[in-house]
């Protein structure tokens, strides 16, 4: 079962890596097995399409995302300091791995019959504690008054859009540089007064 699990794992790499790099179209599953010395027939049992090696290899990437950030914010006990941890560590992910942005973007203009894309499953799907969370230091004075869906869906996108514009500008700037600011901008917009008069030290105390 491990060796099953790992040589999946290696599939996946090596799939995620040649999509990003040449295109869903133009890659070709026997490319993929010759990367990682293997027969083609040994990918098609493990994904039975191109198509569904492609799909698994964005949420393969979406599920690795979830997991640091996770594991970057877990000994985080308070929670405006979690936020920010957690929006930090979003973007040292796509620091460390760019070729999901171009994943997404392939996702986006080859399945356009889909109906959600990954990255939306995705955060539906793990948005629900956040929701809980903003929704607490709301109602205990730490927050403005909000709607606690509507504010982590306003950040996500926010943070979505930055790691686009961020990506193609492609001028050497990294995603965690643009930490500061994101973060200025999210807490600048939703802090109590009491909170935002220590915005400052927060970030200092915050920034990975």
Do not use: C
């Not at 909000?146 to 979505?160: H, N, Q, R, V």
């Amino acid at each position: 079962m491990e060796r099953i699990g790992k040589r999946k794992a290696q599939i996946l790499e090596a799939a995620s890596n040649l999509f990003a790099e040449r295109g869903y179209q133009s890659t070709d599953v026997q490319e993929i097995a010759d990367q990682i010395g293997v027969a083609k027939g040994t990918i098609y049992h493990y994904f039975p399409s191109k198509e569904k090696l492609f799909l698994a290899s964005v949420d393969q990437g979406m599920e690795e995302m979830s997991e640091f950030i996770d594991k970057m914010v877990e000994k985080v006990e308070d929670p405006i300091k979690k936020i920010a941890g957690a929006i930090q560590a979003y973007l040292i992910y796509f620091d460390k791995n760019p070729q999901l942005i171009e994943l997404m973007v392939q996702e986006r203009a080859e399945f356009k019959d889909r109906n959600k894309p990954t990255y939306v499953l995705h955060r539906e799907k793990n948005i629900q504690p956040w929701n809980e969370m903003f929704e607490t230091l709301s109602k205990s004075g730490r927050l403005l008054k909000l709607e606690a869906e509507e504010t982590t869906l306003t950040i996500s996108s926010m943070l979505y859009g930055t790691i686009f514009t961020t990506y193609y500008a492609h001028q050497g700037i990294t995603f965690q540089s643009r930490s500061r600011e994101v973060l200025r901008m999210v807490f600048q917009g939703i802090l109590s007064d009491s909170e935002r008069n220590r915005i400052d030290d927060l970030l200092a105390e915050t920034l990975i």
